[in-house]
């Protein structure tokens, strides 16, 4: 084995090959620095994806764990890597024109396994899960976390409050709200599970990896891990709501709260191990022991590694080329300067429209500076004897590099509001979404969509291809966020507040319209 490593260190063809990956890979981490820098700033503000910082390293133990399979199976470079490296590029494009940062991190995975077939060849095939492992330091778009943790949340109280009544202890669940007489719990997005569910699965898929058993056995590990979590949350929720009951809301806050965390996570841990006993119990009656056992196995390395024919350049110098094309194209993109036609401030948006009188109102500098918008107006309107409805538009002249709106689905739990219905509705012949939101006994509706230089737009997936589209198109990618909000109080209907709101969009948004830049005149021809 030393005499055929020293063989392969001599080689001056595998030096070559060695530099070209490692160009290469360090001119990848260049393109993508922008969105990787994404993530890795989610993985320092939430706590859901905190376990992110230990993925890149525990991918790099997979490999070199595998690092004799490589090195005794390895053949040749493969030209099959190049289809997977140009479509990680194309992705890459798409995500970075629109704003996607999801379609940069998954784009950036995909030119890995396609730079480790161009680079290996056959022996890529133990670097899959390795690299397929990075998933899990991918987080979620904003969006779909919501959703994520609204459809947790209210599963994880339910249970939670069917654990409860065993102990013969009344409760009443309204939403997320846990009633239990003198004291109410609310089931925070914190608590959805969401904490326990990402690194779970991290750690699900890497006992999986390591269990040297049927493929079914480990699916079937991996997969426990999500009823598990949302299972051991319920758990979590229901000692809460018992500790509450019996020595008070102070069960509920602070240290303790964590810690019960901190226990519950751990005996998830405890449960997949658990299962794993309880698998080889019932099946092959192996010990964990021998299951989790590394494999050992030292072979020859192929003598490929030493054999000129064995070290084709070529595939991986063209993955190189091809990425540095893409660094080229990227950089003319985003330096092409935009020109939508010119706004109109929307500071001198009228405080009367239409039998409507408003007030300006200001949003906070740190806030501003967070949106990272061009314009905006924020005003209170209220017509003769209705109650108020407040108006918000926020303007973007240019929606690359991730400045663009923050879409109300997410903004809205983050305020501590709960979506309790969510719809498409049409307004006028034009597009809107109508959100009715809660928190403890208000309500109010809102309604949302999007002006995306001169098209209304409600759906965020169509928003994000107009916006790719239209920067290559028409070089442009300015748009807006318009956000109409009433309360819904006791002393009236739902349809009252629903009138009142398409009143006030009816006769606002076509003074908006004068505001906003409309279609460009390539398109309109």
Same mark, same amino acid.
């Given at each position: 084995?030393?005499? !055929? ?33 994404? !993530? ?186 999500? /009823? ?165 538009? !926020? ?123 409309? /279609? ?6």
């Amino acid at each position: 084995m030393e005499m !055929a490593n020293s063989r392969i260190a001599q080689s001056p063809q595998l030096l070559k090959l060695i530099i070209a990956a490692s160009l290469m890979f360090l001119l990848s981490l260049w393109l993508y620095w922008d969105g990787l820098a994404v !993530a890795v700033l989610r993985w320092e503000r939430q706590e859901e994806y905190s376990h992110g910082y230990l993925i890149p390293l525990i991918s790099l133990y997979f490999i070199w764990e595998a690092r004799y399979k490589i090195l005794s199976t390895y053949e040749k470079p493969s030209w099959l890597g190049l289809p997977i490296i140009v479509l990680a590029l194309v992705i890459f494009f798409v995500g970075e024109v629109s704003a996607l940062f999801i379609l940069i991190h998954y784009s950036f995975i995909l030119l890995l396994l396609g730079g480790s077939l161009a680079l290996l060849g056959h022996a890529a095939k133990f670097t899959v899960l390795p690299i397929l492992f990075l998933c899990f330091a991918i987080p979620l778009p904003y969006f779909l976390e919501v959703i994520l943790t609204a459809k947790m949340q209210l599963i994880s109280s339910e249970l939670g409050v069917m654990i409860i009544r065993w102990f013969s202890i009344p409760v009443f669940l309204s939403g997320n709200i846990i009633d239990l007489g003198v004291y109410k719990l609310q089931v925070v997005e914190a608590c959805s599970g969401l904490r326990y569910l990402f690194p779970l699965m991290s750690l699900s898929f890497m006992a999986a990896y390591f269990y040297r058993v049927r493929f079914w056995k480990r699916g079937l590990l991996f997969i426990s891990a999500v /009823p598990v979590t949302v299972v051991m949350n319920s758990v979590r929720i229901a000692i809460t709501g018992i500790l509450v009951d019996q020595f008070g809301i102070e069960m509920a806050e602070g240290f303790l709260h964590d810690f019960e965390g901190w226990i519950i996570f751990m005996a998830c841990g405890g449960i997949l191990v658990c299962e794993v006993i309880i698998l080889e119990m019932l099946t092959s009656k192996i010990s964990l022991s021998e299951v989790f056992a590394p494999e050992v196995e030292i072979s020859e390395p192929s003598s490929a590694w030493y054999s000129t024919a064995g070290l084709r350049l070529a595939p991986i110098l063209t993955g190189l080329v091809l990425v540095l094309v893409a660094l080229g194209t990227i950089s003319q993109v985003d330096n092409r300067a935009e020109t939508p036609p010119a706004a109109r401030s929307l500071a001198s948006f009228p405080l009367k429209v239409d039998g409507w009188l408003g007030h300006h109102n200001k949003l906070d500098q740190p806030v501003i500076e967070s949106l990272k918008m061009t314009d905006y107006v924020l005003a209170d309107y209220r017509s003769e004897g209705s109650s108020p409805v407040n108006f918000y538009v !926020a303007y973007y002249a240019s929606q690359r590099k991730g400045s663009s709106p923050h879409s109300p689905r997410v903004c809205i739990p983050g305020g501590g509001w709960e979506i309790a219905n969510l719809e498409r509705q049409n307004i006028q012949g034009f597009p809107v979404n109508r959100v009715i939101i809660r928190k403890e006994l208000s309500s109010q509706l809102v309604y949302y969509w999007f002006e995306e230089r001169g098209i209304p737009v409600a759906n965020e997936y169509v928003k994000k291809w107009m916006l790719f589209r239209d920067a290559f198109q028409i070089n442009r990618t300015d748009g807006a966020l318009v956000r109409v909000t009433t309360p819904i109080f006791e002393t009236e209907s739902l349809a009252d507040a629903e009138n009142r709101a398409q009143n006030f969009i009816k006769s606002a948004r076509p003074k908006l319209l004068e505001f906003l830049p409309g /279609p460009s005149m390539e398109k309109e021809g």
